[in-house]
T-cell receptor
């Protein structure tokens, strides 16, 4: 039962271009959504979040968009940098976090 | 900057043995969590803990698992009789609140290998 889905296991972009990471969810009870970044051998690091009452939240190079009717959210990174290369997890919350499987982003110099 | 710490970083044990994974959450946080990630799979919720009791647990968190906050700083996960399928990365997390604005901060993880 995948309540949070990240359908792209990997994404490769050129430095300076935009990275768009997508996430879909099925549980309409989720009221808060988060993106985490994870490097190998480290725990997930909180990146950015959005509550269900908003449709956009921006923090520097990172913007998260939420489309509640489509049960879809996306993370935009612009401009992408090589140091952004990591696994990105979408998570949805109604108390505990439910994670997607992650998308491996590779930003090529 | 405050952070969640976990010990040990890697634990190797024989099947059937008991293990205790330790976590020190961020000091002013009130909500504590354990997650695990089996190699190649997604991060899965195990249990949440608030006010010295379990508030939520997943179906993974069966009678073999227990959590404890033995003092004011540590938060432990005990697996009584480990199985091969318990091999995973175990992440502790803590947050200052729950529901809206529930940013959970994760520790670096403990890699548990059951032989």
């Amino acid at each position: 039962d995948q309540q949070v889905k990240q359908n792209s296991p990997s994404l490769s972009v050129q430095e300076g271009r935009i990275s768009i990471l997508n996430c879909d969810y099925t549980n309409s009870m989720f009221d808060y959504f988060l993106w985490y970044k994870k490097y190998p051998a480290e725990g997930p690091t909180f990146l950015i979040s959005i509550s269900s009452i908003k449709d956009k939240n921006e923090d520097g190079r990172f913007t998260v968009f939420l489309n509640k009717s489509a049960k879809h959210l996306s993370l935009h990174i612009v401009p992408s940098q090589p140091g952004d290369s990591a696994v990105y997890f979408c998570a949805a919350s109604h108390g505990e976090l439910t994670f997607g499987k992650g998308t491996l982003l590779t930003v090529n110099p | 900057e405050p952070e969640v710490t976990q010990t040990p970083s890697h634990q190797v044990t024989q099947m059937g043995q008991e293990v205790i994974l330790r976590c020190v959450p961020i000091s002013n946080h009130l909500y504590f969590y354990w997650y695990r990630q089996i190699l190649g799979q997604k991060v899965e919720f195990l249990v949440s803990f608030y006010n010295n009791e379990i508030s939520e647990k997943s179906e993974i968190f069966d009678d073999q698992f227990s959590v404890e906050r033995p003092d004011g700083s540590n938060f432990t996960l005990k697996i009584r009789s480990t199985k091969l399928e318990d091999s995973a990365m175990y992440f502790c997390a803590s947050s200052g609140g729950t529901g809206l604005y529930n940013e959970q901060f994760f520790g670096p993880g403990t890699r548990l290998t059951v032989l």
